[in-house]
């Protein structure tokens, strides 16, 4: 038989019972924040794996895209000071490693290549780490809309900005050739031709950034393009250049570049181009296009001086020719001519 004291602790228990059921929940109070977890990338290394403690000497390369140029990334490579190399891409794999760790003969203590396709990766710590400390950063290519699309605006970009502030050398090769400018084809609404970007300057499809990328004191108020000569793009780099006069007041500058040759520029100014083709150094002269209206052909003639060319050929040797601080010529090797539009047509 129960006696009183029995009862009251059963009845004790099944009120400490129904008080939990009613007001316990399936998450305890007492659990704090869920720390995000990074997203995951997929990267590549080879050698040490441990940070290199020494000071780049900055730079840039300009590479025009198709064959790498030996010479150039060597060049790059040396402006590492021997420290880390990273390899930043949209697409493709790890055929740089082995190509800048071994094959060119130049020491440095590790290349890796990170591919970061996805925006929100740009937040992961980890690969922000890695950008701190690089001593040399690469973008391949691949489309460069992806790149403004996926890193634009991000701690990705402000890591890389911070690094080209710290003296780390930058290069890049088509698409990563485009986004190392101050001036930027986005190509959001994909690429343009010539014909199209003469015959309408303010076609969506020529996408100019400015200014909200990537920030190389070379390359203020320049524009680049690649796979210059091979796919004719010399008349929509002239539009891209009359759109920044009539958008932003600027007088601006271009380089272009061909296949199979690259640009390489200390911090001093001093250019050198390696490789088979031709390099192109544009300049506004400070005239306003006659004509630069949406759905209206360019006219920029300027008296047939709109803007001025500077041609240097690429070779092997490591020969200095121009100067970006200056933007002139600095060997008698350089040819300089003129271009501009009449009704769309670049002469």
């Known amino acids: 038989m129960l006696n009183n004291t029995m009862i009251k602790h059963t009845l004790l228990g099944l009120w400490l019972v129904l008080l939990y059921l009613s007001c316990g929940s399936s998450t305890p109070d007492s659990v704090g924040p869920v720390t995000p977890i990074p997203p995951a990338y997929t990267s590549w290394v080879v050698g040490d794996t441990a940070d290199a403690k020494v000071q780049p000497q900055g730079g840039v390369v300009l590479a025009g895209g198709s064959t790498d140029v030996d010479a150039a990334m060597r060049w790059f490579l040396r402006r590492s000071g021997g420290g880390d190399v ?80 710290k003296g780390a050398v930058l290069g890049g090769t088509s698409a990563g050739c485009a986004i190392l400018s101050q001036l930027y084809f986005a190509a959001r609404e994909g690429s343009v031709t010539s ?110 001086k709109a803007v001025r060319v500077t041609t240097l050929a690429g070779s092997v040797a490591d020969r200095v020719g121009f100067n970006l601080l200056t933007f002139q010529p600095t060997s008698d090797d350089a040819k300089t001519t003129y271009w501009y539009a009449e009704n769309g047509v670049r002469k």
């Open 86 to 165: 990273l390899i930043l891409r949209a697409s493709g794999s790890n055929g740089y490693n082995n190509y800048l760790y071994k094959e060119l003969g130049e020491a440095v203590n590790s290349v890796e290549t990170i591919l970061l396709n996805k925006r929100d990766m740009a937040q992961n710590t980890d690969i922000i780490r890695k950008i701190r400390n690089a001593e040399a950063i690469f973008f391949a290519g691949g489309d460069q809309a992806d790149y403004v699309n996926f890193w634009q605006g991000t701690p990705v970009a402000d890591a890389l900005n911070e690094r080209i502030r």
């Open 195 to 304: 014909d199209e970007a003469l015959a309408n300057p303010y076609d969506k499809r020529v996408d100019i950034g400015r200014n909200d990328f990537l920030v190389h004191p070379l390359l203020t108020n320049t524009i680049t393009d690649q796979h210059y000569a091979e796919r004719d793009r010399q008349g929509r780099h002239l539009a891209f250049l009359a759109r920044a006069v009539a958008d932003w007041n600027l007088q601006p500058r271009g380089i272009g570049v061909d296949e199979k040759t690259a640009v390489c520029a200390a911090l001093d100014g001093a250019v050198t181009v390696f490789g088979q083709g031709n390099a192109y150094f544009l300049q506004a002269m400070g005239t306003k296009p006659e004509r630069c209206q949406t759905n209206q052909s360019l006219t920029w003639n300027g008296d047939g």
